[in-house]
């Protein structure tokens, strides 16, 4: 069999790695594919300490985010409770129910942080009351706070 080539990828391909990654691939896929492409390049010393600067810079960047997640977090949570007014019919029944992007709206008016609307978590709201949502800032951080459903 013959021996394996060592590349860094200029671009994302799928199934075998994402740009900056170390892959070892079959020299004929190397020579007549990924090298003609510029998908990617023989990996030399300089190229190889180019990747592992790149990656620490990526981890550090990731460290940052992570942190700013954090301290979102725990502003949030100090805030508490948010309220949304919504229009009663009968029995305390909402008109309509109470969307994520109406949730982000509230969290933005109130504290002045930008969350985004996919990461929020809301349960079935169709009457007024208290309900709980989970607003995901970051991987591992997940925020808990009270969604409040007042009628206006």
């Known amino acids: 069999m013959a021996k394996r080539v060592q590349l860094v990828l200029t671009q994302d391909v799928s199934k075998l790695g994402r740009s900056g990654d170390l892959v070892d691939v079959a020299p004929g896929y190397a020579r007549n594919y990924l090298i003609p492409k510029k998908l990617g390049t023989q990996a030399t010393p300089g190229i190889l300490k180019q990747v592992e600067r790149r990656r620490e810079l990526e981890r550090q960047r990731q460290l940052e985010l992570k942190q700013q997640a954090v301290t979102q977090k725990e502003a949030l949570e100090k805030v508490g409770s948010f309220n949304i007014a919504k ?26 942080l930008e969350v985004d609307r996919r990461g929020i978590t809301i349960p079935d709201i169709g ?9 995901k800032l970051y991987p591992e951080v997940i925020a808990k706070v009270n969604i409040q459903v007042v009628s206006s």
């Open 127 to 135: 009457a007024v009351g208290t309900y709980e949502a989970e607003i």
């Open 87 to 112: 229009q009663v019919g009968e029995g305390d029944a909402i008109f309509g129910t109470v969307t994520t992007q109406e949730v982000a709206e509230v969290i933005q008016q109130t504290t002045g």
